[in-house]
């Protein structure tokens, strides 16, 4: 079954404490890109990867980091995380060329202590 | 830049009524628009989408939107209301120059469908 996999679903930390939420899918797509979701505000591109070992700042980086090592997987990393980043995360993935339909993740609800 | 603004974050109507949901958007450049829906506790999922060939889109579960340059809208419309329509939806803009898969999402409408 094609899918876009997150984990873990839910996480509850605390302020300060590394962690790094992981994203597969199996589409062989090259596109890949994270998401906060806050209420009111819609969801808020944070980074994105156009392919292998490329990847580019969305509209709210600050806070972040990701990689892209290998063509399925784009785990996106808090170093040191805040109270303010408390939300809920999702992941999709596309074909790079076109206009393509984005592929979803079920999403993973973050809460910072 | 793009942006995208939805009217209403909560619409109710009753079963078999109209649906109608509303999007503006901004663009300087001809955009893509995209409809998507949210189902509780779940990801995204494409509802339709428009890429500059027929104003007027079709797309899954019964819904349909007419995209208007004049207007620069982008609604979304379904004949009739169904109970399992009940759900966040999310109107989008990219365009060509930006990189099409890069999607401004508006902050949400969400449908209550009354029995």
């Known amino acids: 079954e094609a899918q876009v996999t997150q984990n873990p679903r839910y996480l509850i930390t605390v302020t300060g404490k590394k962690l790094t939420v992981t994203c597969s899918q199996n589409?062989?797509?090259?596109?890949m890109s994270w998401y906060r979701q806050d209420p009111g505000l819609g969801l808020r591109q944070i980074y994105y990867s156009m392919n292998v070992e490329v990847t580019d700042k969305g509209d709210v980086p600050e806070g972040y980091k990701v990689s892209r090592k290998e063509k399925r997987n784009f785990p996106l990393i808090l170093e040191s995380p805040s109270p303010n980043q408390t939300s809920l995360y999702f992941c999709?993935?596309?074909?790079?060329?076109?206009?393509?339909?984005?592929?979803f993740g079920p999403g993973t609800r973050l809460t910072v202590t | 830049a793009q942006s995208v603004t939805q009217l209403g974050s909560h619409v109710s109507v009753s079963e078999g009524a109209l649906v109608l949901l509303r999007c503006n958007y901004s663009s300087s450049v001809p955009p893509y628009l995209f409809w998507y829906v949210q189902y509780p506790n779940q990801g995204l999922q494409l509802l339709l989408k428009y890429t500059s060939a027929a104003t007027l889109v079709k797309g899954i579960n019964g819904f349909e939107a007419e995209f208007k340059k004049s207007e620069t809208s982008f609604h979304l419309t379904k004949p009739s209301a169904h109970m399992s329509d009940a759900a966040e939806y999310f109107c989008a803009v990219s365009d060509e120059w930006t990189g099409a898969n890069n999607l401004f999402f508006g902050t949400g409408t969400r449908l209550t469908v009354i029995p």
């Open positions: 589409m062989n797509h090259e596109y």
């Open positions: 999709a993935s596309s074909l790079s060329q076109g206009v393509n339909e984005q592929y």
